[in-house]
């Protein structure tokens, strides 16, 4: 039976997916929706950037070994992220009317640094899509008792997403988006309840996890543990403003005011929703101390999932997974759409492709959303990751390379081009050199990395105009 209610909401996701695909006309509805979502959409949306695998299965598992203090990246910087680009970059982008955010690089600094900063932000989608794909293919297993294996799992997941996304686009997203954060708020608000009450009540469980320390959020120690922490919560917070899922959905509302309070509203909506599967892996551990014990040491990404099969009526697994599924689709829909979008208006448009027309743009981005996922699906199966690390890693590159330049170029008027391309190159090689021989030191290779790039922006900005070859880029206001 509860495999069969997953089949029927599967498909009533794909019938919303063909349904939205009615309202795509060209390539702008495909991109941003036409730019017309009402306040509820976007903030549903905005609150669905981050929910997905990593949050459910992801983040409840490192936060029962490791406690808040292991999950200042996500929610603390994720859930900040949203609330920063909702105050401090989407007004200023939605009135700039781009279609990506590759588009800005473009506009202001130059088509080197349009071309380098598309192709960092598409490489970090690879490690985000494939938490997504890799939690599709786990849930899959564990519904049907292990007659689907976790890769074939992925296989059929990753087709289903692909199905409506290629159809629909950011209208299927947002439609999407919509309908299942119902779903996610209705089902883990009724699972928290059936869950706390048998784990002693939500006051225990809450009191149990703070004698054990797992409520400390802030580390103790002097600058050897707290330039870590800095380094993760930078990570999400900051690498994660220039990507182009998040501007696609700032940029999709139907006016400036409405993607500036729906993106501060969903990330606060994130960051509360995102306590309730920590609440739940946690109130495992006191329910069956022994078995949770064991999935904790060996596969801490089953412990929720095996809780709501092993302890719960048949509602409640129903009202879990339609969940569970609502968090990954939503966000593997957008973010397979994002890097496929970048790589049709900003590399293949301007360099392959000159003289698309609209219908030719839809249609190669159509083909290109394929393409991406199917690049998705085989890293997925072979990477050793867990969803968690996937996605922290996913955000260096854009800490250390995207973000100076997006937020330089907004606020400093003498931000140039020469100071863009030095910026880029001296936070990537940075990060890569320190990735590579120091990454076991106090220093995280990303934080030396996004030093370097800020260093870099301003040495190259600064420089006397006598020494410059480039024009200075054209101010965006």
């Not at 495909?30 to 959409?41: H, I, S």
Request: aromatic share 10%; with cysteine; net charge positive.
């Amino acid at each position: 039976m509860l495999i069969g209610f997953v089949a029927l909401y599967l498909l009533l996701s794909i019938g919303i997916g063909v349904y939205a695909s009615t309202r795509v006309h060209n390539a702008r509805d495909f991109v941003v929706a036409g730019r017309n979502l009402p306040l509820p959409v976007v903030t549903a949306t905005v609150f669905a950037t981050w929910f997905g695998a990593e949050t459910v299965l992801g983040i409840s598992a490192t936060f029962v070994k490791d406690g808040l203090s292991g999950v200042v990246a996500d929610p603390f910087g994720a859930s900040l992220c949203l609330i920063i680009a909702g105050l401090f970059f989407a007004g200023r982008l939605y009135r700039m009317n781009l279609l990506t955010i590759g588009d800005y690089y473009r506009a202001r600094y130059s088509r080197s640094v349009e071309l380098i900063m598309t192709l960092c932000i598409m490489i970090s989608y690879l490690g985000w899509v494939s938490a997504q794909v890799t939690a599709l293919g786990l849930v899959f297993n564990l519904v049907s008792g292990g007659a689907i294996d976790q890769s074939t799992g992925m296989v059929i997941g990753t087709a289903i997403v692909l199905g409506y996304t290629m159809f629909g686009g950011m209208w299927s997203v947002a439609l999407l988006d919509f309908v299942q954060m119902m779903v996610i708020m209705a089902g883990l608000l009724f699972i928290a309840v059936l869950v706390g009450h048998d784990a002693g009540g939500a006051a225990h469980v809450i009191s149990h996890a703070q004698d054990a320390g797992r409520l400390q959020l802030l580390p103790h120690g002097g600058y050897e543990v707290w330039i870590p922490f800095v380094g993760a919560l930078l990570t999400m917070m900051l690498g994660s403003i220039p990507q182009q899922d998040v501007f696609q959905r700032m940029t999709s509302a139907k006016n400036e005011k409405t993607a500036v309070t729906g993106s501060v509203l969903g990330g606060v909506l994130y960051f509360g929703f995102a306590f309730v599967p920590m609440f739940l892996a946690y109130a495992a551990t006191l329910i069956d101390p022994k078995v949770f014990g064991d999935l904790i040491a060996t596969d801490s990404q089953r412990v929720l999932p095996t809780l709501i099969l092993t302890h719960t009526p048949l509602i409640a697994q129903i009202f879990f997974f339609g969940a569970l599924l609502s968090a990954i689709m939503s966000t593997a829909s957008a973010t397979l759409l994002a890097p496929s979008v970048m790589f049709t208006e900003n590399i293949l448009k301007h360099f392959a492709l000159k003289h698309m027309s609209d219908s030719q743009m839809l249609r190669t981005m159509r083909i290109i959303v394929v393409t991406f996922g199917c690049t998705v699906l085989w890293f997925a199966l072979h990477s050793n990751a867990s969803i968690f690390k996937m996605v922290e890693n996913a955000y260096k590159i854009t800490l250390v390379g995207a973000f100076v330049p997006l937020v330089f170029g907004l606020y400093w008027k003498r931000a140039n081009n020469r100071g863009a391309l030095l910026s880029i190159a001296l936070g990537l090689i940075s990060w890569l050199l320190m990735e590579k021989f120091y990454s076991g030191t106090v220093w995280p290779p990303q934080l030396v990395g996004l030093l370097c790039s800020v260093a870099g922006m301003l040495a190259g900005s600064l420089l006397p105009k006598r020494m410059l070859r480039h024009r200075p880029a054209r101010q965006i206001s």
